[in-house]
């Protein structure tokens, strides 16, 4: 990230600096692979760290990238949204309770909650996929204003669905999320995101990035679940925008 106030002639001494310091360490650690990754960063255009890549002679790939700009009421974003999204979202309304968890939380409920949305994660995958350390990381996200966490409850009070996003003053990324599956044909994660969108606007963040959308022609060639998960979040999405990954040979 560069500042804007700094000349075109100094991004470009500063973007080939950083390239020869990486190739430095790249050779003195003896690393045989390096890859780069130039993501949206809200600006128009190909920056100066992508054309420099480019010339270096790296494999490029194309990634597609989904977005939601966030730029007015929450109301308006759900006119944007499919009339069958909308209907669905209004319909979990209805069947589930749900609630947001901040810095602004008790310890108390953020401890509870959190085990409890730990232990859906692991029911749903029926592994560990992830070490404690990284869940702790996430966790300390979450009490320093860095993350939310969406939770859906029934009437039992029992957790049957969560979403963990990070955020910025900018921008906020789905992270995590874990789902009964026993309602996997409901709409649960549709109430997650509308409730965090909702949440977004408070919060005035501009966009929200929801990932990675597969495609046909990718190697490796992504799963019939990827790709599942992709028109999920398509759903959701107002906006596409290129990832370019340059790797060395």
Known sequence: LISSSIAVSAQRNIAKLCLDILTKLTDHYKIEKISFIDSFNNQLGLNEWNFQLSQLGLACKIHYDLFLQINSSIDQIMGGFRKKLRYEIN???????????????????INEAWNEFKNLHYEVSGKLTRSNKSWDIQKKSLTESHAILVILRDDFKR?????????TR???????????RSLFN???????????IE??????IKWYRLGRRPHDGESPQPSKKEFD?????????????????????
Request: aromatic fraction near 16%; glycine fraction near 6%; hydrophobic fraction near 35%.
């Open 91 to 109: 319909q979990s309304k209805k069947l589930w309770k749900s609630s947001v968890l901040s810095a602004k939380s008790s310890d108390k409920e």
């Open 159 to 167: 957790m049957i669905g969560g979403g963990y996003f990070t955020i």
């Open 170 to 180: 900018d921008e906020a990324l789905y992270a995590v999320a874990a789902y009964d």
């Open 186 to 196: 409901h709409p649960v994660g549709h109430l997650v995101q509308y409730i965090a």
């Open 199 to 204: 949440e977004f606007t408070k919060q005035d």
């Open 229 to 249: 998960i992709g028109k999920f979040k398509k759903q959701f999405s107002s906006h596409t925008f290129p990832s370019f990954e340059f790797e060395s040979h």
